[in-house]
């Protein structure tokens, strides 16, 4: 052991030693980045179980002149009003493993409030191709009433001019230059809508429900953490070898053992 460990205090080991320790503090690091990932999850599923189903509240409530707060997050909501903007439709959204189009509109509320973009849904990209936007219901006209879930707003992706048809992004920012209005800095995305009389007017295809899936961070951070030990073990294992090889005579090969076969074969 004396001589494992004279070999080890040499330059060309504490070196290695060096990087056995960097491995472990990274894997360490990584290991409580995949378990912050993990908690996050939890924490937004947490907050799924608490909203999403909850009893709808008030759109002033939540959704005012300021950003949505994340706490706020999937609140569910109903408002009436008018829609007084729209459709502008947002390209390359997945819905259920396909690719299309959301469609966005701007609803004024009865109460004579800031307006609030609203999306209705998904809409199928048309047969021509992407570059050929699909064709969509007209918004329906008078009063009604929007059940959906409060979400904020996406980043803006730039390049938006007035008069535009689509946008990349369901950003509050680029869909007030694109509709030429003044939003409140988030979205409703819709559950329902109803008009004055109870039916439902045609709409795009409903958006599939958030994920709720935790996904691999736990498993991964275990990982990252079981890999901690792996530098420290590829050292002291390199640092036998080469004792034993560079000692031979102290280090006698083990015997080989002789199977019952190899007995029948002589």
Do not use: C
């Amino acid at each position: 052991m004396t001589d494992v460990l004279r070999r080890l205090i040499t330059p060309r080991w504490l070196g290695a030693l060096v990087l056995a320790v960097l491995f472990a503090v990274a894997s360490y690091h990584l290991g409580f980045w995949q378990y912050h990932r993990y908690e996050a999850k939890v924490e937004r599923n947490t907050l799924l179980d608490d909203h999403y189903a909850a009893d709808p509240v008030a759109l002033d409530t939540v959704l005012t002149s300021e950003p949505v707060p994340p706490s706020q997050e999937w609140t569910r909501v109903e408002v009436t009003g008018e829609y007084v903007g729209g459709p502008l439709l947002v390209r390359g959204r997945p819905n259920n493993s396909v690719v299309g189009f959301e469609e966005l509109a701007v609803l004024a509320p009865d109460d004579g409030g800031t307006p609030v973009l609203v999306n209705r849904g998904w809409v199928a990209p048309s047969d021509s191709g992407a570059s050929v936007l699909p064709q969509v219901d007209p918004l329906p006209t008078g009063t009604v009433t929007v059940l959906g879930w409060v979400r904020p707003s996406e980043s803006s992706r730039g390049d938006v001019a007035p008069g535009a048809e689509q946008i990349r992004s369901v950003s509050v920012a680029d869909a007030a230059t694109a509709l030429d209005t003044t939003l409140r800095p988030g979205v409703v995305r819709m559950e329902e809508e109803a008009l004055p009389d109870g039916s439902a007017p045609p709409r795009p295809e409903p958006l599939e429900p958030p994920d709720r899936s935790l996904g691999v961070n736990l498993a991964y951070a275990y990982q990252w953490w079981m890999f901690m030990g792996l530098g420290f073990l590829l050292v002291v294992l390199g640092v036998r070898r080469e004792e034993r090889l560079a000692n031979p005579d102290r280090y006698p090969p083990k015997a080989k053992k002789v199977r019952i076969w190899d007995e029948e074969d002589e």
